[in-house]
Structure formats: structure tokens, C-alpha cells
């Protein structure tokens, strides 16, 4: 990987960490976020980025010790 690579990667938030990231029961879009109020088949971040260009702007992190529901 190069530093551009790293750069870009680094910007994207991490859905797993978020307060508003969940997973759902349905398995043809098994990734799902509250705050944007949409489910996909890839990490909400990703399709974000993809759709946009932008990172998300809704990350918040989740509490420490704090299970997602």
C-alpha cells in the first residue's frame, strides 16, 4: 500500500466503532445505520463514500463497553 492508499482509508470511519451502526436479520443487506436510516450489503461507511465521495459525516463512537444492540 502507499501513503495515498493509507491516507484515504484512515478518513473512513469505522462502522464497527459507531453508535449508529447495526446489523440486521435481513441476509441480502446484513449491514444497517440508523443515523442515514438504510441498510446495504456493504459497511454503511463504504456505501457512503461510494455514493458521495465523503466520509460519513454521522459517526459518533460508541460508548466504552457498550454492545451494539
Known amino acids: 500500500m502507499n501513503a495515498e492508499s493509507e491516507g484515504r482509508n484512515a478518513a473512513v470511519p469505522d462502522c464497527n466503532r459507531c453508535a449508529a451502526y447495526f446489523i440486521t ?5 446484513p449491514y444497517g445505520c440508523r443515523a442515514m436510516g438504510f441498510s446495504s450489503r456493504r459497511l454503511p461507511c463504504r456505501e457512503v463514500l461510494a455514493a458521495s465521495g465523503v466520509a460519513c459525516r454521522y459517526y459518533r463512537p460508541r460508548a466504552a ?3 451494539p444492540r
Open 25 to 29: 436479520h435481513d441476509p441480502a443487506f
Open 65 to 67: 463497553g457498550v454492545q
